[in-house]
């Protein structure tokens, strides 16, 4: 076991035990194909999967009919993008997103471009946030989907969607929030009446990785989404292969878990990351990068000037598990296309870490995360000569 504190649950999160034992069985004992319609075999593992799909519906507020399972977000994000310019009439090949986007809509929408979609980026303000005014200028009749993340994966700010909904709607477009971000943080039912597409990852709720939904609002304007994956017909034609019954089954106790007890890891979270908030705001100069607006209740977000990002990270890796933004961009050397979208500056986004919290997080690892970032931050500033001579300006 490691005995590094751990607060990257943005990251990925550790599979709990009752997940593990609701899919064990579906590895050995019960290891039927659910396309098998000829034997029990496949009857058990048809109706295990059914019912995973009837309980994550009923947990998320939509229809069963309107889930489709994937391999995670970042395919659910391809498969809406490209499906959706790609079965819009000739007149409507524009989408818009922000500069904030994770890279998997941001990298899909660049692919697009190549082949003749127009794509908007929007900035966001200091805060993170749209600004309303620019997005409904960016609004034409061509507009065929706005992707717009609810809660961004790096800073855990939370968009207007409400009105960001009315204003796509009221202009004949079709609305994708990436929802990835939220399960297990914050409701999501009211979201999903808001968008007509969405997306999750079963291992960001103490689920499996390689599992996720695509959710497709049954009269968004589109029966369904075109078929993304030939080869089988399963789940309707629309996504071919045979179905992970295990991941399925361990996705929908993820989902039924992280629902039963939201109300109260809300609260908890919420009391957890106010205390972060507290202790690292105490480091002179530290700067939060989501204070002040709403945002997800585990999430923190600060900037330390004087300090190399990279040799923080690199001293505290030794300890604590941080982050500089999502793992999923984790090798890029550049700083955090999100904190420079919000016009943060390139030395200050470069000595930037996020902090997000989880299940297992408890009020003196909190403690302990504040001490050593302390330490670790006082450390990197004694060797710069830049951080005496501040003194004297």
């Known amino acids: 076991m490691y005995s590094q504190l751990y607060l990257d649950y943005n990251a990925t999160t550790p599979c709990s035990r009752e997940v593990i034992d609701a899919m064990s069985p579906y590895f050995g004992q019960h290891f039927g194909n659910p396309s098998s319609s000829h034997h029990p075999f496949g009857w058990l593992a048809k109706s295990a999967v059914e019912d995973a799909r009837n309980s994550m519906a009923e947990n998320l507020g939509v229809a069963p009919a309107e889930l489709i399972f994937t391999s995670g977000a970042t395919e659910s ?11 819009a009439s000739p007149g409507k090949k524009h989408i818009i997103t922000t500069k904030a986007e994770h890279k998997a809509v941001l990298d899909t929408c660049a692919f697009l471009q190549t082949t003749g979609v127009e794509v908007t980026y929007l900035d966001v303000d200091s805060r993170g946030l749209i600004p309303m005014e620019e997005f409904r200028k960016a609004l034409r009749p061509d507009t065929a989907l706005v992707a717009v993340m609810y809660a961004n994966n790096e800073t855990g700010i939370i968009q207007p969607l409400e009105e960001i909904a009315e204003l796509t709607h009221g202009n004949g477009s079709l609305l994708f929030s990436d929802t990835t971000q939220v399960l297990g943080k914050v409701a999501v039912n009211d979201v999903l009446k808001l968008v007509d597409f969405a997306c999750f990852s079963g291992h960001k709720v103490y689920g499996p990785k390689g599992i996720g939904l695509l959710y497709t609002k049954n009269n968004s304007g589109y029966d369904a989404l075109p078929s993304f994956i030939q080869g089988g017909g399963q789940q309707k034609g629309q996504r071919g292969g045979t179905l992970n019954t295990p991941l399925i089954v361990g996705m929908a106790k993820a989902i039924e ?26 480091i002179e100069l530290a700067i939060s990068n989501n204070a002040g607006v709403e945002r997800l209740p585990n999430t923190s977000h600060f900037s330390f000037p004087y ?19 999502s793992a999923c961009n984790s090798a890029s050397v550049e700083p955090s296309h999100v904190l420079l979208s919000m016009g943060i500056e390139r030395s200050l986004a470069y000595a930037s870490i ?27 500033r004694e060797d710069n000569i830049l951080w005496e001579r501040r003194k004297q300006v």
Do not use: F, P
């Open 77 to 87: 994000i391809n498969a809406i993008l490209k499906g959706v310019v790609g079965t």
């Open 307 to 325: 300090v190399d990002g990279a040799s923080l990270l690199t001293s505290l890796g030794r300890e604590i598990a941080v982050s500089n933004g």
């Open 354 to 380: 996020r902090l997000s919290l989880g299940a297992y997080t408890t009020k003196t690892d909190i403690e302990k995360a504040v001490e050593i970032i302390s330490k670790a931050v006082a450390r990197q």
């Open 257 to 282: 878990l992280a629902s039963r007890n939201l109300e109260e890891e809300q609260v908890r979270l919420t009391t957890l990351r106010d205390q972060l908030d507290k202790g690292l705001s105490a």
